[in-house]
Structure formats: C-alpha cells, structure tokens
C-alpha cells in the first residue's frame, strides 16, 4: 500500500545537528499525518514530533526548540531538522503516516527506521 523510507542518520557529537528524510510512496490519495518516533535500547517508542497536511505541528518538551519537523505535500516527504543534540537523544528513529489510499482505505505506515548516535 504506502512504504515509508527514511535517510540522514548518523553518528554526532553532542551539540550537533542532523536532518532526517522520510519519503512516503505508493498508492497514496492523501496523507493527513506524518511524524517522527524514537525507540533506544529497552525503552518504549516515544513521540519526537509530528505535522499534518496544513502544517500544525506537536512537539514533547524534550525535543521542543531544538528539532524542527517540516512537510513536503507535494512529494510526500517529512524532514526532521534536529539541532543542539544530546547523547539522550540516541535512538532509532522511525516515520509515520497516516492517511488514505487508492482505491479506498486508511492506512498508518512505518519506516524501517534509522540510526542516530550521538557522542558525548
């Protein structure tokens, strides 16, 4: 139905900045959703940030004013701009999204995920 791929992990040092990539492909009529999530180590996935079609954004304070999370509607692609960040913040990060497909359906999709290290 809708695969999500992602890109622009990597390793860090901390105080340093990474943008992540997430391209959504398929047979998409329309996304309403997409996000961003975590998962480090024997921990639950947690929320880093998410924005829907009309650009309404929704952040947790550990991330807020440091990552910024933007939408491409035209080629269906998320960004993650992550600045100032932390040794905290490693983890695998995984997209999302939500929406409906042709010929008719709802689909919530997830990425395979993609590394980011950061070094203290």
């Known amino acids: 139905q809708v695969q999500l791929v992602e890109s622009g992990g990597g390793l860090v040092q901390a105080g340093g900045s990474l943008r992540l990539s997430c391209a959504a492909s398929?047979?998409?009529?329309?996304?309403?959703?997409m996000g961003w999530y975590r998962q480090a180590p024997g921990t639950q996935r947690e929320l880093v940030a998410t924005?829907?079609?009309?650009?309404?954004?929704n952040y947790p304070d550990s991330v807020k004013g440091r990552f910024t999370i933007s939408i491409d509607n035209n080629k269906n692609t998320v960004y993650l701009q992550m600045n100032s960040l932390k040794p905290e913040d490693t983890a695998a990060y995984y997209c999302?999204?939500?929406?409906?497909?042709?010929?008719?359906?709802?689909?919530?999709?997830w990425g395979r995920g993609t590394q980011v290290t950061v070094s203290s």
């Open positions: 999302n999204a939500k929406g409906q497909y042709y010929p008719i359906g709802n689909f919530d999709s």
């Open positions: 398929g047979n998409i009529f329309r996304i309403n959703v």
């Open positions: 924005i829907t079609s009309s650009g309404i954004t």
